[in-house]
């Protein structure tokens, strides 16, 4: 392969084209050999048997045979596209990050939507959580911003991840997505893990059903730790404000669209952006004092359950994205493109988040699998456009000529080796750890509600009409009267107008709160910052 790039719609390069590409316009083997035909196969006479020295057909069809790779294990079906990402340089106190901090610099970027449970041919506009991950190819490395549409997730713990997924995926007999045991498993785990109930009116609402691509907001969920070029540092949360603003489709317009099209979201990213009707975003910050506890007026910044409302810390813009370039080839581009949270550059950091820290694992681990082998950074989709040279070796489908002798630091024998650079890599900021090992945690995460009711009582009188719906329908497919009734208990800590339209629509009876828990959501006495925050 090459580094050569082949301009984008706005003059700058913009994706890496590919020297071991087809090319030469004339049909050969793989090994070059030119074929006149590949119509017939080799056989012995016109009605005969097919000869096994036909090297052209077993290659062929070898080939074909192995043409797919497993799919992804969640996010399996997305569409995806490139574009520029532009610093309006105000991120500057705060982080030394480059590509954020210099005014005017301009970052290429490939962005891949998804949906998290269908697979690879499901529809695009089925009810779910949007994926929504922003590789930068930044002049420091690449830093992937892996996010969703959605600003809070279902668990606070990664080790909890397996089994939400378990419970949400088909059910393993009949491999229907929407059968009815498979509605009885998600909402078996919902409905025992009250801390996804904020969560859950997030992807009962509107926003669970998006009218495009282009007008989705995207969240890194997780707090970041941002390290500013005097060593200072804040914690941060990460926003994507799509220019179009935030737009969703009611329920039966997802199920004709659906019905018509199941590729209703990725044509639309294609047609628009053919069109020249680029999607834009906005990125912007939520910065809060990096404080010993990690909590913001109350809340606490490490668990991926909470918001903090943008009335108690607004989201500063910083730069914007612009998306103008489509994939040439689906499987090459959006299907190999491998995003990683741990993939940072020096000004970002991570933080002890519980659901961050498992997810620095599991994403190498799995495109190891699914991409098979540990060299999937050199396809072109991934590669950084900066210099790459990591020591290392090998591997399945390798296919770099390394030279030098002494691929190990230091050494004497000089050679092809990266020296440290010192003043320039990435260093993690020296934080302080100490603590006990427990399975266990922190007592501020047993807050599952207060949230939920803050974000029940901000919609309008049509939003909640919809949520009702969205529960209704949902644990309308639902088999056990008991996950039902579970369910529909939960949601009275919410709030008990919702318990009681979702009860009355499912025709069963309206739970009561039991006493105890009478003028708290949640029996946890909400954290004032939140009953600071304007409810309309
Ligand atoms: C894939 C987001 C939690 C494991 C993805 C993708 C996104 C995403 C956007 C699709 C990437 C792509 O387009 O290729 C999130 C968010 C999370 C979250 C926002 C929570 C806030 C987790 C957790 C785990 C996990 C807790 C595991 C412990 C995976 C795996 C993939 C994936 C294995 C497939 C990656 C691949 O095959 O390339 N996630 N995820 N995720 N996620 Fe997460």
């Not at 096994?52 to 070898?62: F, G, N, P, Q």
């Not at 490395?141 to 080790?159: K, R, S, T, Y």
């Not at 997780?222 to 799509?242: I, N, Q, Y």
């Not at 006990?436 to 009188?461: C, G, I, N």
Request: charged residues 20%.
């Amino acid at each position: 392969t090459d580094d050569t790039t082949r301009p984008g719609p706005t003059g700058a390069p913009q994706r890496p084209a590919d020297a071991a590409a087809q090319q030469g316009g004339r049909l050969t083997t793989a090994q070059g050999l030119r074929l006149d035909e590949t119509e017939h196969s080799l056989k012995a006479g016109p009605r005969g048997p097919s000869l096994l020295e036909d090297h052209h057909l077993r290659e062929k069809i070898t080939h074909f045979d192995h043409e797919r790779i497993p799919e992804r294990v969640v996010h399996a079906r997305g569409a995806g596209a490139y574009g520029t990402f532009r610093s309006y340089g105000t991120a500057a106190s705060v982080t030394k990050a480059r590509f954020l901090a210099t005014e005017g610099a301009e970052t290429e970027v490939f962005v891949r939507f998804s949906t998290v449970l269908g697979s690879r041919g499901s529809a695009d506009t089925a009810r779910d959580v949007r994926g929504f991950a922003t590789k930068f190819y930044t002049d420091e490395g690449n830093f992937d911003l892996v996010g969703n549409d959605m600003p809070v997730f279902f668990i606070q713990d990664a080790i909890k991840f397996p089994d939400l997924i378990h419970a949400g995926k088909p059910e393993p007999d009949r491999e229907i997505p929407q059968a009815q045991s498979a509605h009885d498993t998600f909402w078996d785990f919902a409905s025992l893990h009250t801390e996804s109930t904020h969560m859950l009116l997030w992807v009962m609402s509107d926003r669970g059903i998006p009218r495009s691509y282009r007008t989705v907001e995207g969240f890194g969920v997780h707090t970041f730790r941002l390290e500013a070029a005097d060593g200072s540092t804040s914690l941060v949360k990460f926003h994507w404000k799509p220019v179009l603003g935030v737009h969703s489709l009611v329920w039966e317009e997802a199920q004709l669209a659906g019905g018509a099209d199941p590729d209703f979201h990725r044509r639309d990213l294609a047609d628009a952006i053919t069109a020249g009707a680029y999607p834009e975003w906005e990125l912007g910050l939520q910065v809060m004092p990096d404080t010993p506890d990690e909590t913001f007026e109350g809340i606490d910044l490490l668990d991926p359950t909470k918001i903090v409302p943008e009335e108690l810390c607004p989201v500063q813009p910083v730069g914007r994205m612009t998306l103008h370039t489509l994939p040439e080839n689906y499987f090459a581009e959006t299907e190999q493109v491998a995003f990683h949270v741990a993939n940072l550059v020096p000004g970002i950091h991570v933080t002890n988040d519980p659901l961050m820290q498992g997810r620095l694992f599991s994403y190498l681990d799995t495109q190891i699998t699914r991409l098979g082998g540990p060299n999937f950074a050199q396809l072109p989709v991934n590669r950084p456009h900066v210099p790459v040279d990591d020591m290392q070796r090998d591997g399945m489908h390798q296919t770099a000529v390394h030279r030098g002798v002494a691929p190990y630091q230091p050494n004497s024998l000089g050679g092809g080796c990266p020296v440290a650079s010192g003043a320039q890599g990435y260093v993690s900021v020296p934080t302080p750890v100490e603590g006990t090992k427990v399975r266990e945690a922190p007592a501020s995460f047993a807050d599952h509600y207060s949230q939920a009711t803050l974000f029940w009582e901000s919609m309008t009188p049509v939003e909640q009409a919809h949520v009702v719906g969205g529960f209704t329908f949902e644990l309308g497919k639902v088999f056990e009267a008991a996950i039902v009734e579970r369910m529909v208990g939960n949601l009275v800590r919410v709030h008990p107008d919702l318990a009681a339209r979702v009860a009355r629509g499912l025709g069963i009876d309206v739970p009561d709160l039991p006493a105890a828990e009478h003028g708290s959501a949640d029996g946890v006495t909400p954290s004032p910052a939140l009953s600071q925050v304007p409810r309309e």
